[in-house]
């Protein structure tokens, strides 16, 4: 299946050979489910993004420097279309997996150092669980047909420097801890849906081949 899915060009006409029913058939299967993932994962994700902003953040001026202030932002990620169209597939997988491996640690303190704050909801984290649930499986799901990406996804993330500081969350000033708050969902968010973007477009050009 790696060979299949390894195609080098800026296009992949045909990952399938003419005929090979079981080929597409395999390749529908992997890309409709991660399609679903991603899915999944933004769904939850503007739910906690709406929850939080709905209880703590009205007419408050937390929106100001969110998206200034995501720790991925030094990955210069692309989100204009057509950037997107002219990425290889290669290429787009690594950026899927970079915002994944990149918001590990996030959702790992979301779940378990966070889960007794009270910003932290039942239904907020019910959400952040759903997302490491499925995040971890669309990981694996990528993983195994792109092994020869990981090694340089990694190095570019070192060499970007990504850090996550979720110290502010715990904070006992309340304004400092809801911005931080704020924040984390509005980036989340917003990454969620380019990982849709991303996944969706690499499905559609693989199955159909007209994206």
């Known amino acids: 299946m790696s060979n299949l899915l390894l195609?080098?060009?800026l296009l992949c006409p045909s990952l399938c050979p003419d005929g090979d029913d079981i080929c597409r058939t395999a390749l529908m299967d992997l890309f409709s489910h991660a399609a679903k993932l991603t899915s999944n994962i933004y769904n939850h994700s503007v739910q906690m993004f709406n929850e939080f902003d709905l209880q703590y953040a009205q007419d408050k001026p937390y929106y100001i420097n969110a998206s200034n202030d995501c720790h991925t932002n030094f990955l210069h990620i692309p989100q204009e279309r057509e950037h997107i169209q002219r990425?290889?597939?290669?290429?787009?997988?690594?950026w899927?997996?970079?915002?994944l491996y990149s918001w590990q640690k996030p959702l790992y303190q979301l779940v378990t150092e966070l889960r007794s704050v009270k910003e932290v909801s039942v239904t907020t984290l019910s959400s952040a669980r759903e997302n490491v649930k499925k995040a971890?499986?669309?990981q694996a799901l990528v993983e195994r047909p792109f092994s020869q990406v990981i090694s340089?996804?990694?190095?570019k993330l070192r060499m970007a420097r990504i850090y996550w500081?979720?110290?502010?969350?715990?904070?006992?000033?309340e304004n400092r801890r809801h911005s931080a708050f704020y924040r984390l969902f509005h980036c989340m968010r917003r990454?969620?849906?380019k990982l849709d973007t991303y996944t969706k477009f690499l499905a559609c050009r693989m199955i159909?081949?007209?994206c």
């Open 7 to 9: 195609c080098q060009g």
């Open 87 to 94: 990425m290889n597939n290669k290429g787009l997988i690594r």
């Open 96 to 99: 899927i997996l970079m915002l």
């Open 136 to 138: 971890k499986e669309l």
């Open 152 to 155: 340089t996804v990694r190095k």
């Open 165 to 173: 500081y979720g110290r502010p969350l715990l904070s006992s000033n």
């Open 191 to 193: 990454d969620a849906h």
């Open 208 to 210: 159909y081949n007209n």
